[in-house]
């Protein structure tokens, strides 16, 4: 049983798409950017039709009278992030799509089959159809494997979702030039290079149900099955009830109350040299800009991105207990977050955050300086359609689970099957936790 591709091959196409593409994007302030303004009587940044998204402004406010507000990206439609996936000579391969994006960090990453907003696909901007879109359109739901709307980045979006769906073909579906066909345990070795898998790959492979397949599915399982596969198949009550009590409990008594506000009306936000920032600092701030990319639906056009400033580490902690593989995930509310909290890793930093380190993100970068039990250590990126050159370090570090005491009650230690299980309900574990655990060599 072997891939249609060699890795070999198909790295190179990837740089072959990278070369034979024309990109330009040029950072405008927001009176070039038309559509796009700042409209007063909503007090958010917009385009003409009203439609892709909106910038608004975002506060919250708790129950003590602490308040914090920030721009938050308003996009209520749910987008298609589907894979198709085929058995090819004995061998579940997955059709990726070398796709590029005007805020990729390296230009070309490799896509889900198909990455659509609903304006895309309804054709909203006047291009051409997604390929592969009928597919999704039109799903039998016996050839369903995955069909999950699950979130994006709370801290960016306000309630944004996708569906994340993987649809099994009878039939070995051409490839294009811009389509390859690869096994998983392909993809997974790509996702150890930086930046080359993107964010939306990483999500929709995260809620494949290892945790409902039967014996004869096992070969979507990847080359190593041995090492996680008494985790994988197992699901505890008592971890569940856990954490919905504190995911609970955060959601009655703690969620603060949120209210949208005009966008300019932020406290210590201004335009600034054609950047909406923050005064002192904040993790990102909002750039316009001219794009030109050859070979996509629109060839040019002009938008605003969410630019970092810095990098992020997302990082989940895991031990091995009993021959349980068990990780370290903590309750983490966000401003954007769709029901106010989700599960998120062990840590969750964004640049300028240290200084609010609790004694288990202590732990952990203590452990990262000594490079000591590093699972997976890469840069990977967000989502370029919104996010201009968002890389994150992506960190797994497995520790003696003796070697965390006194665990702080926001955490709770769970098996790789419980997650994998609560993957299957909307909303439940967020992004960063579902990239982290789609690294794993399951």
Not at 90 to 113: C, D, F, R
Not at 167 to 174: C, G, P, V, W
């Amino acid at each position: 049983m072997t891939p249609l591709h060699e890795t070999s091959e198909l790295l190179s196409w990837i740089e072959e798409r990278k070369a034979s593409l024309f990109v330009e994007l040029k950072k405008i302030p927001l009176e070039d950017c038309s559509p796009w303004f700042y409209d007063d009587t909503c007090g958010e940044i917009r385009n003409t039709k009203g439609t892709f998204f909106q910038i608004a402004g975002i506060r919250q406010v708790y129950g003590d009278g602490r308040a914090a507000g920030q721009p938050i990206i308003i996009q209520d439609e749910i987008g298609f992030l589907g894979i198709i996936c085929c058995k090819i000579n004995g061998v579940w391969h997955y059709l990726m799509q070398a796709k590029i994006e005007p805020g990729n960090v390296n230009v070309v990453q490799l896509s889900p089959t198909i990455q659509a907003t609903k304006s895309n696909f309804t054709q909203q901007h006047g291009g051409r159809k997604p390929q592969y879109l009928d597919y999704f359109l039109d799903m039998n739901p016996g050839d369903i494997l995955v069909d999950q709307i699950q979130s994006e980045q709370s801290s960016r979006f306000r309630g944004k979702r996708n569906r994340n769906v993987i649809l099994k073909s009878r039939l070995q579906l051409e490839e294009s030039d811009t389509h390859k066909w690869m096994t998983l345990p392909q993809i997974k070795e790509f996702m150890r290079h930086d930046n080359l898998v993107n964010m939306d790959t990483r999500t929709v492979l995260s809620c494949i149900p290892y945790v409902l397949l039967d014996e004869e599915d096992d070969d979507f399982l990847m080359s190593r099955p041995d090492l996680y596969r008494k985790s994988v198949k197992s699901l505890d009550r008592e971890t569940i009830v856990s954490l919905y009590s504190r995911i609970n409990d955060y959601k009655m008594f703690h969620a603060p109350v949120l209210e949208k506000v005009p966008l300019f009306s932020l406290d210590g936000w201004a335009m600034e040299d054609g950047v909406f920032r923050k005064r002192g600092g904040y993790p990102f701030e909002v750039i316009f800009c001219s794009i030109t990319i050859e070979g996509r639906e629109v060839s040019s056009w002009k938008q605003p991105l969410f630019a970092a400033n810095g990098i992020s580490t997302f990082g989940l902690l895991c031990c091995n207990d009993g021959g349980m593989y068990k990780f370290l995930v903590s309750i983490k509310p966000e401003i954007g977050c769709f029901d106010s909290v989700e599960i998120g890793p062990t840590v969750q930093e964004e640049p300028g955050a240290s200084a609010k380190r609790d004694c288990v993100s202590e732990f952990f970068f203590s452990r990262l300086q000594e490079k000591k039990g590093i699972v997976a250590d890469v840069l990977l990126s967000e989502e370029g359609g919104r996010f201009y050159q968002e890389q994150n370090r992506n960190v797994i570090i497995q520790v003696n689970k003796d070697d965390v005491q006194d665990l702080p009650d926001s955490y709770v230690w769970s098996d790789y099957g419980t997650l994998n299980i609560l993957t299957q309900v909307n909303n439940c574990l967020n992004i960063q936790l579902r990239n982290l655990l789609s690294l794993l060599e399951i």
